[in-house]
């Protein structure tokens, strides 16, 4: 989902020496805060391709977010009523990509390893300011069209290693293309209306579809494996609503540019969690490709933070 960034929000002239004090004491627990939010984003990719062996794929993610939907509106039920017409378009709209997101995410797992899963949803970060350069006549410039060549480059490298680019990888990428027109819906969207609210419909368009599509397809059934139970406990209620309230009091706290490096960590931990639990490892050429697409995360979620500060136009 979408990582906003915003300033700490104090200022050395106005805060007395004890209040800094505090403030520099929470930075390391709201970093080490986003360390666990992109660990346990990266350990759902093969958590889930273990789940989905077992429950099929529309019954687990209706669980997930069907869970996550009402544990958030459960919080924010005082909210959704505000939203208005346009409000309640702008989050249907924003979980109509989101819910195509996880769909093409978690039937790609179905034909592909969560090692690569991991580094091609990631993609999102760098698609994101092309799509909006192509769809939207947004600026991209230089930085964003060089990291899409870094990231291409690294996804055929990666797709190579692993036997070429097979069915999953290209639901996968679906699902990073997916991911990043989301980010450019949820945008102009929360400038307007709240974003709790709007969680709440993304959340319940996204669980609502699932279980619709997987009555249709007569694939509802109860879990019965004790691994797809607690599957679906990290997911709906660690990675999905603890991850947005962590990651939405974190940032409060942390840098900007610390909080975009950490969140970028997401697909190594993916690949991580993959070697530990499936014991996946990719080739030397797959290597070079993830970090490539590591790379290129990096660059598009950190330079913006580390330019200089243009000067105001003098006269």
Known sequence: MRRDRGPTGWDDADVTIAEEERVVRRFPAAELSLVFIAAVWGLTFPVVQDAIALLPTFTFLAYR??????????????????????????????????????????????????????????????????????????????????????????LYLLSGAGGGFNRGDALVFACACSFALHILVTEPAVKRHDAGALLVVQLGVCGFFCLGAAGLMGDLEVPREASVWAALAITAFVASALGFFVQTWAQKHASPARTALILASEPAFAGLFAYLLKDEVLEPRGWVGAGFILLAIVAVELVPYLRPARPLPEG
Not at 98 to 120: C, D, N, P
């Open 65 to 154: 977010f069907l869970a996550a939907f009402v544990v958030v509106l459960l919080v924010f039920r005082r909210r959704v009523p505000q939203l208005g017409r346009d409000g309640w378009r702008a989050g249907v709209r924003m979980g109509v990509f989101l819910t195509a997101g996880y769909v093409f995410q978690t039937l790609g797992l179905e034909h592909t390893t969560s090692s690569k899963a991991g580094f091609i949803t990631g993609l999102f970060v760098v698609l994101t300011p092309v799509f909006g350069a192509l769809l939207f006549a947004q600026r991209a410039g230089r930085l964003a069209w060089g990291a899409a060549a870094v990231s291409a480059a690294g």
